[in-house]
Nanobody, 126 residues
Framework: QVQLAESGGGLVHTGDSLTLSCAAP??????MGWFRQAPGKEREFVAA????????YYADSAKGRFTCSRDNAKNTMYLTMNTLKPEDTAVYYC?????????????????????WGQGTQVTVSS
C-alpha cells in the first residue's frame, strides 16, 4: 500500500482554526482516523470515519470542535479543527484500517493493525 501523507499543520494562535489533510491512495473502501501525540505523552485517538464518510466518532476532547471528513474521489481525509487550544498542540497522525470499513476498525484496532502516516506538527500558542 502507498504510504499515507499528512499535511496542513503549522503554528496558530488560541481560538484559530486549521484543517489537516491526509492523502490516502487506495483507501477509499476502508475506515480511517486521526490520532495525536503531545510531547511526553502517549499517542491518543482523536477521530475516526467510516469508508463512506457518513459515520464518524470523536474523542471527548474533539467533540464539538473538530470535524473529520473524507473525499474518496480525491483519496483524501480531512480534520477541520476549530477553537484550537494550547492543549491541542501535538503531532497529528492519520491512520487507515487494512481491512475494516467501520470506524470501529480504527477505534478498537491495535496500532500495529493500522497503516500510519509520518505525522504533521500542530502548535497552538496562547
Amino acid at each position: 500500500q502507498v504510504q499515507l501523507a499528512e499535511s496542513g499543520g503549522g503554528l496558530v494562535h488560541t481560538g484559530d482554526s486549521l484543517t489537516l489533510s491526509c492523502a490516502a491512495p487506495g483507501r477509499a473502501g476502508l475506515a480511517m482516523g486521526w490520532f495525536r501525540q503531545a510531547p511526553g505523552k502517549e499517542r491518543e485517538f482523536v477521530a475516526a470515519i467510516n469508508w463512506s464518510g457518513h459515520s464518524t466518532y470523536y474523542a471527548d476532547s474533539a467533540k464539538g470542535r473538530f470535524t473529520c471528513s473524507r473525499d474518496n474521489a480525491k483519496n483524501t481525509m480531512y480534520l477541520t479543527m476549530n477553537t484550537l487550544k494550547p492543549e491541542d498542540t501535538a503531532v497529528y497522525y492519520c491512520a487507515a484500517s487494512r481491512t475494516g470499513n467501520t470506524f470501529g476498525s480504527i477505534v478498537q484496532a491495535p496500532p500495529s493493525n493500522l497503516d500510519w502516516g509520518q505525522g504533521t506538527q500542530v502548535t497552538v500558542s496562547s
